[in-house]
């Protein structure tokens, strides 16, 4: 499976910011004609992986409660990938971050993953 490729984790203060975007690896960006549904998801240790956001067609755009008035996330359609902007860090938005794409013939992939820490 192609995984898709994120970028943008890392270390921020409580109160910070973070943008984390992801893509459509080139390797099949031109395969791909159109994604129904692209976002993210996390997993904080000990827990469940959860909805963060995510992005549909029309500018369908869904949150998770835990980041809701916190966070943005915008769809590039002609690049095939989303950005993640998360405002106002709090430490239990420490996880490990997952972009999730799901196409138009119900090809779906994930990334590996990006790492996001909130210190107090």
């Known amino acids: 499976q192609v995984r898709l490729v994120e970028s943008g984790g890392g270390l921020v203060q409580a109160g910070g910011s973070l943008t984390l975007t992801c893509a459509t690896p080139?390797?099949?960006?031109?395969?791909?004609?159109?994604?129904?549904?692209m976002g993210w998801y996390r997993q904080a240790p000990g827990k469940q992986r959860e909805l963060v956001a995510t992005?549909?067609?029309?500018?369908?755009?869904v949150y998770g409660e835990s980041v809701k008035g916190r966070t943005t996330i915008s769809r590039d359609d002609a690049k095939k990938k989303v950005v993640l902007q998360l405002n106002g860090l709090k430490p239990e938005d420490t996880a490990v971050y997952y972009c999730?794409?799901?196409?138009?013939?119900?090809?779906?992939?994930w990334g590996q993953g990006t790492q996001v820490t909130v210190s107090s």
């Open positions: 992005a549909g067609r029309a500018g369908v755009t």
């Open positions: 080139t390797s099949i960006l031109s395969t791909i004609r159109s994604i129904d549904v």
């Open positions: 999730h794409c799901r196409t138009d013939t119900n090809y779906e992939s």
